[in-house]
C-alpha cells in the first residue's frame, strides 16, 4: 500500500513571521557544515518539499530555484573546518545558522530550529524542532538550501583533491573516502577532531 504523506504545515502561527532553520554536514568528515535560514510567504505551498534527506539530488536542485524565487528572504552561513574543531559541530551548526540568520534582509519575530539544541540569536525567541524538517515548509527548504550549497561547494572542493571521492562522498565517511585518507593523508578541509579513519585503519599521521 503506497504511504501517504502528511502535508508539510506553512507556519506555526500564521502571520507571524517565521525564520526556519537547517544544517547540512554534521557527519562528514571533511568540509564545513553549512546551514540556511528562509522566510517564506504566508500561504506558501511548494509539491514535493519536505526533508531534504528524503529526496534525490535532481529533486533537491529542482526545489531550489522556486524557494529562492519565492521566500521573502533567504540566507546560507557556514563554519569551516577549523571552527567545528574549535566549538565542536553541535556548537558550530549553531554558529552557522546564526551567520544565515545574521544575514537575512527581514529579521523575523520567531526562530524555527531542525533538532532540539539552539542558542539565542539576539533577542529573537526560538522554537526547536527534532525532525522539524518533516513538518515545516520553512524548515525543509532550509534544509534543501543548505544540502545544495554544501554538495556545490564539496564538488567544487573535489576538483583539486580528486582522490577522495568527494563529488560523490561530499565529505562522509564512506569506505572510499576513509581509506583514501589512509593511503593520502589529511587536507586542511579535513575536521582534525573527527575519528577519520576506521580504527583497523590507523595510522600515524
Same mark, same amino acid.
Given at each position: 500500500?503506497?504511504?501517504?504523506?502528511? /502535508?508539510?504545515?506553512?507556519?506555526?502561527?500564521?502571520?507571524?513571521?517565521?525564520?526556519?532553520?537547517? #544544517?547540512?554536514?554534521?557527519?562528514?568528515?571533511?568540509?564545513?557544515?553549512?546551514?540556511?535560514?528562509?522566510?517564506? /510567504?504566508?500561504?506558501?505551498?511548494?509539491?514535493?518539499?519536505?526533508?531534504?534527506? *528524503?529526496?534525490? %539530488?535532481? *529533486?533537491?536542485?529542482?526545489?531550489?530555484?522556486?524557494?529562492? #524565487?519565492?521566500?521573502?528572504? =533567504?540566507?546560507?552561513?557556514?563554519?569551516?573546518?577549523? %571552527?567545528?574543531?574549535?566549538?565542536?559541530?553541535?556548537?558550530?551548526?549553531?554558529?552557522?545558522?546564526?551567520?544565515?540568520?545574521?544575514?537575512?534582509?527581514?529579521?523575523?519575530?520567531?526562530?524555527?530550529?531542525?533538532?532540539?539544541?539552539?542558542?539565542?540569536?539576539?533577542?529573537? /525567541?526560538?522554537?526547536?524542532?527534532?525532525?522539524?524538517?518533516?513538518?515545516?515548509?520553512?524548515?525543509?527548504?532550509?534544509?534543501?538550501?543548505?544540502?545544495? =550549497?554544501?554538495?556545490?561547494?564539496?564538488?567544487?572542493?573535489?576538483? *583539486?583533491?580528486?582522490? =577522495?571521492?568527494?563529488?560523490?562522498?561530499?565529505? =562522509? /565517511?564512506?569506505? #572510499?573516502?576513509?581509506?583514501?585518507?589512509?593511503?593520502?593523508?589529511?587536507?586542511?578541509?579535513?575536521?582534525?577532531?573527527? *575519528?577519520?579513519?576506521?580504527?583497523?585503519?590507523?595510522? #600515524?599521521?
Amino acid at each position: 500500500m503506497k504511504q501517504l504523506l502528511t /502535508p508539510l504545515l506553512n507556519s506555526m502561527i500564521p502571520g507571524r513571521i517565521e525564520a526556519g532553520c537547517d #544544517e547540512a554536514g554534521r557527519g562528514c568528515l571533511a568540509g564545513p557544515v553549512f546551514a540556511a535560514a528562509v522566510i517564506l /510567504p504566508e500561504g506558501f505551498q511548494c509539491e514535493g518539499l519536505t526533508d531534504s534527506k *528524503q529526496l534525490t %539530488e535532481g *529533486q533537491r536542485r529542482a526545489l531550489r530555484p522556486v524557494i529562492e #524565487e519565492e521566500a521573502v528572504c =533567504y540566507a546560507v552561513g557556514s563554519c569551516s573546518p577549523g %571552527e567545528i574543531d574549535a566549538m565542536n559541530i553541535l556548537w558550530a551548526s549553531v554558529e552557522a545558522m546564526h551567520r544565515a540568520l545574521g544575514s537575512l534582509t527581514v529579521m523575523p519575530e520567531h526562530i524555527l530550529v531542525d533538532g532540539n539544541r539552539f542558542r539565542p540569536f539576539r533577542d529573537i /525567541p526560538h522554537s526547536c524542532m527534532v525532525k522539524g524538517d518533516a513538518h515545516l515548509l520553512s524548515i525543509a527548504a532550509a534544509s534543501v538550501l543548505a544540502k545544495t =550549497y554544501r554538495d556545490e561547494y564539496m564538488e567544487k572542493l573535489h576538483e *583539486q583533491f580528486p582522490v =577522495y571521492g568527494w563529488k560523490r562522498n561530499k565529505g =562522509y /565517511p564512506t569506505r #572510499e573516502h576513509r581509506e583514501a585518507i589512509m593511503r593520502h593523508g589529511v587536507t586542511v578541509h579535513h575536521r582534525k577532531s573527527f *575519528q577519520l579513519m576506521d580504527k583497523q585503519l590507523e595510522i #600515524e599521521w
